[in-house]
């Protein structure tokens, strides 16, 4: 099946400085969702997106369900050493409630 | 409250050997989860319940077998490993319904020579 288009694969980061990722695919989903994964654990739901056009905040976090439904933002205010980690994004196929695809990841670095 | 359990965290296997890996929730969830997640891709499906009863095939199926033993637990079967199973299983679990939630647990790190 078809995975999605996540980047970048990784950044490096001053600690402080806001980051910015996405997530793109040629298929339009009804959900998405963002997750963070710590080494050694599994992933970690931080933002659920309902509905295209929707801004979604969960502290430092803003995430957006892009206008086409084929596309979703993540962005990271302010950020601390703790965010280190790899954020996965995941999109829920139309019609298809088992059906969720994710991307590869970026791996965010954060330098103090 | 848990969440969603694995055992075991780490295995290694010989190439043919068999083994099960153990899956549980504790949200009265209804539909759980079987991931692979190997280096540079993101999660596959190997195969998911929708509800107790009822199990199917995901994106890759070859080489596991499920077992949705009740509505907490959820199995994944390798009957003969093979080296290209070497990877990372997580199970999830998701309320249902009309939430699309994903509930991960911690993985178990699978090592086949």
């Known amino acids: 099946g078809q995975q999605l288009n996540q980047s970048p694969q990784s950044m490096f980061i001053q600690e402080g400085e806001d980051v910015s990722m996405n997530c793109t695919s040629s298929?339009?989903?009804?959900?998405w969702l963002w997750y963070k994964q710590e080494p050694g654990e599994g992933p970690v739901l931080l933002i659920a997106?309902?509905?295209?056009?929707e801004l979604t905040s969960n502290g430092r976090l803003t995430a957006q369900f892009g206008i086409t439904r084929k596309d979703s933002f993540l962005n990271i205010s302010a950020s601390i050493p703790s965010d280190v980690g790899i954020y996965f994004c995941?999109?829920?196929?139309?019609?298809?409630?088992?059906?969720?695809?994710f991307g590869a990841g970026t791996r965010l670095t954060v330098k103090p | 409250n848990a969440g969603v359990t694995q055992t075991p965290k780490f295995q290694v296997l010989k190439t043919g050997q068999s083994m099960t890996l153990q899956c549980a929730q504790d949200m009265n969830h209804n539909s759980m989860y079987w991931y692979r997640q190997d280096p540079g891709m993101g999660l596959r499906l190997i195969y998911y319940s929708a509800s107790e009863g009822t199990t199917d095939k995901g994106e890759v199926p070859n080489g596991y077998n499920v077992s949705r033993l009740n509505k907490r637990e959820f199995s994944l079967r390798l009957e003969s490993a093979a080296p290209s199973q070497t990877s990372v299983y997580f199970c999830?679990?998701?309320?249902?319904?009309?939430?699309?939630?994903?509930?991960f647990g911690p993985g178990t790190r699978l090592t086949v020579t």
């Open positions: 999830a679990s998701r309320r249902g319904g009309g939430s699309y939630e994903q509930y």
């Open positions: 298929s339009i989903f009804n959900t």
């Open positions: 995941a999109g829920q196929v139309l019609y298809n409630n088992n059906d969720m695809r």
């Open positions: 997106l309902y509905k295209a056009g």
